[in-house]
């Protein structure tokens, strides 16, 4: 089954604290791998991506992800967390050469930044 | 350049009621999928067009139908509402046939839907 497992719910950090945030995916085959981010009351917006090349990569505001293939994991880092990050995050896959290329997500981290 | 355009951004309706949802795609993307949010959840994915035809459906309602138009625009109708329908409905485009190559997604500012 087609799934993405996001670990934690909600994240609450001081700024200029460090983040991770946890993903795994359960996919057969080839994968794309995103990060959406949704501000309150907002639509999705794309953090980064992956889809070949460098598994580290690096995004918009700072933050980067890994994509680790023997783990299905493609964690989201941030080394210092700004009070605007305050956000929802979602993890999402689709298949990079299946004949439906829907993008399926996770359940999303709230993260909350104590200014 | 403008991004994916959604229309109306807010929506109220009764049960039982019918609504449609307007969906514009950038510029040259030929690929259309729908989202549906409910509170506090994840985005689920509804379904997709290609070249005005559908290209992959996902947990939507029978009481829902789509379709793509020439212009490549995409409307989403539902029908007999529910208050479960209550919900943010994504419109997302894309350039090329899904499957052939890592194409974004880019995603519209939604429709909110209230159904009360």
């Known amino acids: 089954a087609q799934s993405v497992s996001q670990h934690n719910h909600h994240v609450i950090l001081s700024e200029a604290a460090s983040l991770e945030l946890g993903c795994n995916y359960s996919?057969?085959?080839?994968?794309?791998l995103f990060w959406y981010v949704q501000y309150p009351g907002q639509h999705l917006q794309l953090l980064l991506k992956?889809?070949?090349?460098?598994?580290l990569v690096k995004g918009i505001k700072g933050f980067e992800a890994e994509f680790i293939k023997s783990k299905f994991s493609f964690n989201l880092r941030k080394p210092s967390v700004q009070w605007s990050d305050t956000a929802e995050y979602f993890c999402?896959?689709?298949?990079?050469?299946?004949?439906?290329?829907?993008?399926?997500f996770g359940s999303g981290t709230r993260l909350s930044i104590r200014p | 350049a403008a991004g994916v355009i959604q229309s109306p951004r807010h929506l109220i309706k009764e049960k039982r009621e019918t609504a449609t949802l307007k969906c514009y795609p950038i510029?040259?993307?030929?690929?259309v999928y729908w989202y549906q949010q409910g509170p506090g959840q994840d985005p689920q994915f509804l379904i997709s067009?290609?070249?005005?035809?559908?290209?992959d459906k996902g947990s939507i309602p029978d009481r829902f139908s789509a379709q793509q138009f020439s212009d490549y625009h995409s409307e989403l109708n539902m029908s007999s509402l529910e208050l479960g329908d209550s919900a943010l409905y994504f419109c997302?485009?894309?350039?090329?046939?899904?499957?052939?190559?890592?194409?974004?997604?880019?995603f519209g500012p939604g429709t909110r839907l209230t159904v009360t």
């Open positions: 067009f290609y070249e005005k035809m559908q290209s």
């Open positions: 999402a896959v689709n298949g990079r050469y299946s004949s439906a290329s829907k993008i399926i």
């Open positions: 997302a485009s894309s350039p090329g046939q899904p499957g052939l190559a890592s194409y974004e997604q880019y």
């Open positions: 510029s040259r993307h030929d690929t």
């Open positions: 992956y889809f070949s090349g460098d598994p």
């Open positions: 996919y057969g085959g080839t994968v794309n």
